[in-house]
């Protein structure tokens, strides 16, 4: 009976593991060798130059300002997301008097705060292009120069810029963990808010001894999933950018650097140099981020 179990298993999984090892582990098996040659797309045998291509990353300012426009968002953007959608699920779960039920409207708050994921992430970046446009047409300038202050260029300021595609990233990014965090709050026994109403607990202690310790394995995915999106912000930047980038590439990224290298200078080896970067980069921030995360689990 085992056998004839395993046969069956192995059956069932050798399907999806043959269809992952060839769209998704030889890609990437493919890039790494990529990265050591010169490659410019149109030749049949490219040549094989080592680790000159990485070399050649260590003096490349361009692709290091890359990496520190995405550091700051792999900081800044789970950090606000997490806090801001934390926020608004207590209040919509245990907001309510006493802690034992959401602010009233809560349904219809959930609907308006997860709309935005609707929306594909190029529409979002024209949306908000419309929004910081720096005349009388834009929705934050209009009143601004309507009370007679100067327009502020969103995108066209080298220090805003990428504050704005910031602000833009966690807006789009709030609805879905307020309503992940909310499922999560959800599946906390009501007794304990009671309880802890009854002996005296606001809502700042119950949020901190109750909410917080008991969502944190939901959270924890959340910092993951939010520290590896900060990592692939390419549409948002391409769309909404002057440059695609700019302007003077305050607002570029790795993926747009690694796009731009590929389909814009057909330096295909050097672009794949710049995506093994990402690729570690990617997974040693998830890995760290579970390790230094990892705490003993609650039971309830």
Do not use: C
Request: proline content about 4%; cysteine-free; hydrophobic content about 55%.
């Amino acid at each position: 009976m085992n056998h004839g179990r395993t046969r069956f298993v192995t059956g069932f999984l050798s399907i999806p593991v043959a269809l992952y090892l060839i769209y998704v582990i030889a890609p990437y098996a493919q890039a790494f060798y990529i990265a050591l040659t010169d490659w410019r797309g149109v030749t049949a045998t490219p040549r094989f130059v080592g680790l000159e291509n990485f070399r050649r990353l260590l003096d490349d300012d361009v692709f290091w300002r890359a990496v520190g426009h995405n550091l700051l968002l792999l900081v800044l953007m789970p950090l606000l997301t997490v806090t801001i959608a934390l926020f608004f699920a207590f209040l919509l779960n245990a907001g309510g008097r006493g802690g034992t039920g959401g602010v009233w409207g809560s349904k219809f708050y959930r609907v308006v705060f997860f709309f935005p994921q609707v929306l594909a992430v190029a529409v979002v970046a024209v949306l908000f292009q419309q929004v910081f446009r720096p005349d009388r047409s834009g929705m934050l300038n209009a009143p601004l120069m309507a009370l007679g202050f100067e327009p502020i260029g969103f995108l066209s300021d080298t220090g805003v810029a990428l504050w704005a595609i910031l602000g833009v990233l966690v807006w789009q990014a709030v609805g879905f963990y307020v309503v992940l965090f909310s499922a999560g709050i959800a599946s906390i026994p009501r007794d304990l808010f009671e309880a802890a109403a009854i002996d005296g607990a606001g809502g700042a202690q119950l949020f901190l001894r109750i909410t917080l310790p008991l969502l944190w394995d939901t959270i924890q995915v959340g910092w993951v999933y939010l520290g590896i999106a900060a990592m692939d912000v390419f549409a948002v930047v391409w769309v909404m950018t002057a440059e695609q980038g700019g302007p003077d590439h305050s607002t570029t990224v790795m993926a747009a650097e690694v796009y731009r290298t590929a389909f814009g200078y057909f330096k295909f080896g050097y672009a794949s140099a710049m995506g093994v970067v990402l690729f570690f980069f990617t997974i040693g921030f998830a890995a760290l981020a579970l390790r230094l995360s990892r705490r003993e689990r609650i039971e309830f």
